[in-house]
Structure formats: C-alpha cells, structure tokens
T-cell receptor, first 112, second 111 residues
Framework: DAGITQSPRHKVTETGTPVTLRCHQT?????MYWYRQDPGHGLRLIHY???????DKGEVSDGYSVSRSKTEDFLLTLESATSSQTSVYFC???????????FGPGTRLLVL | RKEVEQDPGPFNVPEGATVAFNCTYS??????FFWYRQDCRKEPKLLMS???SGNEDGRFTAQLNRASQYISLLIRDSKLSDSATYLC????????????FGRGTSLIVHP
C-alpha cells in the first residue's frame, strides 16, 4: 500500500469553527488531491496540488483552502465550518506519470 | 450531460454469475481510463487501467470503446468478496492530471 495517511480520522466540530485536515505521504509523489464524498454525489475534487506551493481549485472549492509547504504534506482548511461540510474527506496522491491515484483512509467530519 | 456517468445499481447477482458494468464519458479527447473499487467505508483502490486494446486481469476484463465513448468492466465467476462499489475514472485531457470520477456502481454478490 502507498504510504499515505490522514489525520484526524474522525472529527466532530461546531459550526463556525476552523478545521484543518492533514494529508501526509512518504512516496515523494508530485500530485496531491483533496476530495469529499457524499451520498448521491460521489467523489468531488476540492483542491489539488501539482508541487510545493502550487495548488489549484477543484469543482467544490468554496469554503476551503489548502496549503502545501512540503512535498509530503497537503493541508485542507475549512475556514468556518458549516453543516453542509459534513462529509468524508479523502486525500489522494499520484506520481510523475500521474496515471494512478492512491487514496488515504479518509477523514469523517461531522459539523454540528 | 455529466462528464462521467454510471448506472448506480445495485446489481444483485448470485455467486458464479457474470456481470458487466458500463460507464460513459462526455469528453471525446479523454486519454486515460480506470476502474477503481471501493468497499463500504473504505478508500477507493485501483482495480485496473483500461487500455484501447482491452485488458484482462484474472476474472476481470476492461474494455474501451472510443467511438461510443464508454468503458466497460466484466466480472466473471463472481465471488462474495466482489461485493463493492465500482468507480469509473476518466482523466481529463489537457496535460494536467485531473481525474473525473463517476458516482459508482454498487455490486452485491449473494450466496
């Protein structure tokens, strides 16, 4: 299995609070992605990164920001959590050929 | 039309059955195609890539039909352990690797 971890694995928070999710990889892969998965919607791309300090928005980026200061870490921040951001968040990585994505185990976030 | 469409199912089949899933995509310039498998409450995992000439991995066969813009996954001799959601993935053209996921097809294999 690819070396990719996410923390925390579960989080309960209140509306209006900031939340940061961390994705850490040990594969030295160039590409990193944040997705959310909700029933009826499948996986939707929030933000992605193609290198250190190089990030771009996905299809559902409103209310989220990201940072990548090191190759191995990709942080997702919910600036002010809302109940609509209750979801399962997956991080993924892809190597130089970018042909295959490897996913982390996911973070289950509940916003009350 | 959605970029990638799949029949959500569920497909309910007995052990030993052959089952096929299709996935259609809207961008004719798409270059790369994959099937992922996702077990309940787990992360998606690559099942197989889909090549123009078609490819087989044991009981699994994937095919690409560029003219009709669909890919397929055939599972022969279904096992209970094949029960999962199968995600179709299409890589957007243009150089940057931004995959688009279908919503998945649920397969339930029963004894």
């Amino acid at each position: 299995d690819a070396g990719i971890t996410q923390s925390p694995r579960h989080k309960v928070t209140e509306t209006g609070t900031p939340v940061t999710l961390r994705c850490h990889q040990t594969e030295n892969h160039r590409y990193m992605y944040w997705y959310r998965q909700d029933p009826g919607h499948g996986l939707r791309l929030i933000h992605y990164s193609y290198g250190v300090k190089d990030t771009d928005k996905g299809e559902v980026s409103d209310g989220y920001s990201v940072s990548r200061s090191k190759t191995e870490d990709f942080l997702l921040t919910l600036e002010s959590a809302t109940s609509s951001q209750t979801s399962v968040y997956f991080c993924a990585i892809a190597g130089g050929d970018a042909e295959t994505q490897y996913f982390g185990p996911g973070t289950r976030l509940l916003v009350l | 039309r959605k970029e990638v469409e799949q029949d959500p199912g569920p497909f309910n089949v007995p052990e030993g059955a052959t089952v096929a899933f299709n996935c259609t995509y809207s961008n004719s310039a798409s270059q790369s195609f994959f099937w992922y498998r996702q077990d309940c409450r787990k992360e998606p995992k690559l099942l197989m890539s889909v090549y123009s000439s078609g490819n087989e991995d044991g009981r699994f066969t994937a095919q690409l039909n560029r003219a009709s813009q669909y890919i397929s996954l055939l599972i022969r001799d279904s096992k209970l352990s094949d029960s999962a959601t199968y995600l179709c993935v299409v890589n957007r053209p243009g150089g940057s690797y931004i995959p688009t996921f279908g919503r998945g097809t649920s397969l339930i294999v029963h004894p």
